[in-house]
């Protein structure tokens, strides 16, 4: 999600979304919550974090504290780091109603915390 919503607020960033554990496909509440308020993921897929060890960022977000544990040993190749905790809705149980409001707020909450960030480039 928060690939998604960063891309939105300027087409010059470039983002780059990981997981520790991605999954083979985002899945459809993702999609369709991200849809919902405007933001276009179609060509986005899950990543490992692997693929961008070693290389420099301005930026690093983690959006959960295993997150933030696991990304310590990027902190001398990146500028900016910021933790936000977001509730992860993957695994919600309830109706089909109640778990797209769990993906909403999740989308709500990511979106409020980066528009809260001015993600000027560190020189």
């Known amino acids: 999600m928060a690939e998604g919503i960063l891309k ?3 087409e010059n960033l470039q983002v780059f979304s990981a997981g520790i554990k991605p999954e083979k496909e985002i899945t459809s509440y993702t999609i369709e919550v991200l849809k919902e308020a405007g933001f276009d993921i179609s060509g986005q897929f ?3 974090i692997k693929l961008f060890e070693g290389k420099e960022f301005d930026y690093l977000i983690t959006l959960s504290e295993t997150a933030k544990v696991y990304c310590e040993k990027f902190s001398d190749k990146v500028n900016n780091i910021l933790h936000f905790e977001i509730d992860d809705p993957f ?3 309830g109706s089909i ?3 797209f409001q769990k993906y909403r707020k999740s989308r709500d ?3 409020n ?4 960030v001015n993600f000027n480039p560190v020189i």
């Not at 915390?113 to 809260?116: D, G, H, P, V």
């Open 109 to 111: 909450d990511i979106y």
């Open 97 to 99: 109603e109640e778990i």
């Open 46 to 48: 899950p990543k490992d």
């Open 8 to 10: 939105s607020f300027d």
């Open 113 to 116: 915390k980066l528009i809260s």
């Open 91 to 93: 695994e919600e149980e």
